[in-house]
């Protein structure tokens, strides 16, 4: 250890720790997991060191850490402010929230970006949605970088929730420097989320996620949240756009939210994520999605530009306008639960999102570029080369689906399958359940809920994600 640096016992010179019981939060520093004594000790010193060079007073909205202390053996963090925060994400995925709350908040945040040495200290990687906390009465916390690593790494933190590089700015990707531009492009990115529930590009693959908001129009959050004024949404967009010199400065920003603040007529409820899955704005969103990834496709694929021009048309045909519609009123349940598992066979992403009425996240994306993919694969291969036939990226077959009820409005299916995955390894096999929900819609039955395996690699966790690969599979 430094000789330099202050002792265990010896706390910040110009903080008063009188009467800790009651003004400061005594938080265990490593709650879950204890590491070795010799990192246990590197990470300690790490934090004292932190805390020494902090400023006396940190704004109201950082968490502010005071000292670090020992007792019976275990280390603890001794914090400023209210005993129990919330990560804002988690409170917003199943709560009600105040629209105008949300933006007093932002406001309050705001002048923060005017300190870009403090950011660039506790937030080295931005402002990002893990940093924001929330307290019993629903007033914003920045939570520094370090801070959260520590819960993330020791504590019972197990929250799920996008990455830094989801709020990330162009220039930032780009190896600039954080300016004040950079961080009202963060700022926004991360109220975006705030706002929907979405972040501005919705993929798992942080590269593309990279390549898409440098390359990407974002998407207008009026189209993912109707409630929204649209003074406000058009904020974000400018707040969002590539170009930082495109962007207001901070005293433009600050004073169009006061004039958005009170324009404000009635109160404005934020619905709970979970509930905010309108279905008529969800077809809108996820065709922006789909188009996102076409494109983001089309660059990578230079090479195969011209084919595309040829086969790529019935595929940008289906992403706009398409047939008349297959499923009527006079389709059963088990037609309709027949139509999505054939369609996904098939890659035909126009009718399965005809038959779902619900977000399909990752399986989108494997259903569409599957399709593009294996029309290139049927143009450049040799047709008298029958070994060649049957190598799709994947197949569904053996379906047999089981009614377990219905009353007329609603209905529930179990669905069997073996759905095989096919990678530059081999093949994967897999034998999938689902369980669908369907319901009546104007008439016309539709899947309004999938979940089991399905419903698994619609978020990404795919059943091949550390398999082996099956005998005779190549």
Do not use: C
Not at 49 to 57: K, S
Not at 164 to 190: C, H, M, R, V
Not at 342 to 351: G, H, R, S, Y
Request: hydrophobic share 40%.
């Amino acid at each position: 250890m430094d000789k330099n640096r202050k002792n265990e016992s010896e706390a910040r010179p110009d903080v008063n720790y009188s009467l800790l019981e009651g003004e400061l939060i005594k938080e265990k520093l490593f709650e879950q997991t204890k590491p070795k004594s010799r990192v246990r000790l590197d990470l300690v010193n790490e934090l004292k060191e932190i805390i020494d060079t902090l400023p006396a007073q940190l704004p109201a909205q950082i968490v502010n850490y005071q000292k670090v202390i020992q007792e019976n053996g275990e280390y603890y963090l001794l914090r400023q402010g209210k005993k129990n925060l919330t990560p804002l994400p988690v409170f917003l995925r199943q709560n009600k929230f105040s629209l105008n709350n949300l933006l007093l908040e932002l406001e309050k945040l705001l002048p923060l970006l005017k300190n870009k040495e403090l950011l660039e200290k506790l937030f080295p990687v931005g402002l990002n949605a893990a940093n924001f906390w929330l307290d019993d009465q629903q007033r914003f916390y920045l939570l520094p970088e370090a801070f959260l690593k520590l819960k993330q790494n020791y504590g019972t933190y197990t929250y799920d929730l996008p990455g830094d590089e989801y709020f990330k700015p162009p220039e930032i990707i780009s190896g600039s420097d954080w300016t004040q531009e950079a961080y009202l492009f963060n700022l926004a990115a991360d109220f975006y989320y705030f706002l929907s529930g979405q972040t501005i590009f919705a993929d798992q693959d942080s590269a593309r996620v990279l390549n898409k908001i440098q390359q990407e129009n974002i998407l207008d959050l009026k189209l993912i949240n109707p409630k929204l004024p649209e003074a406000l949404t058009d904020l974000m967009q400018i707040l969002l756009r590539r170009k930082a010199s495109a962007r207001p400065d901070l005293a433009d920003v600050q004073a169009k939210l006061t004039e958005i603040l009170q324009s404000f007529n009635e109160k404005i409820e934020l619905d709970p994520w979970l509930e905010n899955q309108d279905i008529l704005v969800g077809k809108v969103v996820k065709r922006k999605r789909r188009q996102e990834n076409a494109k983001l496709f089309l660059r990578q694929k230079w090479k195969f530009i011209l084919f595309l021009l040829v086969v790529g048309g019935t595929f940008i045909w289906s992403l706009t306008s398409g047939p008349p519609p297959t499923i009527t009123k006079a389709n059963s349940p088990a037609e309709v639960v027949n139509y999505f598992y054939q369609a996904v066979a098939d890659k035909n992403i126009t009718l399965v999102e005809e038959a779902a009425q619900v977000d399909l996240g990752q399986m989108d994306r494997l259903i569409s570029e599957s399709h593009v993919i294996e029309k290139m694969q049927q143009a450049y291969s040799d047709p008298t080369k029958t070994e060649q036939t049957g190598r799709g990226v994947y197949s569904l077959t053996d379906l047999t689906i089981t009614q377990l009820s219905s009353n007329g409005k609603q209905a529930l299916f179990l669905a069997k399958y073996k759905f095989d995955f096919r990678d530059k390894n081999g093949i994967y096999k897999n034998n999938l359940t689902d369980q669908l929900k369907l319901t009546k819609i104007d008439g016309v039955w539709r899947i309004t809920k999938i979940a089991g395996d399905f419903g698994q690699m619609i978020q990404g966790k795919y059943p091949w994600q550390n398999k082996s690969v099956s005998a005779g599979g190549e």
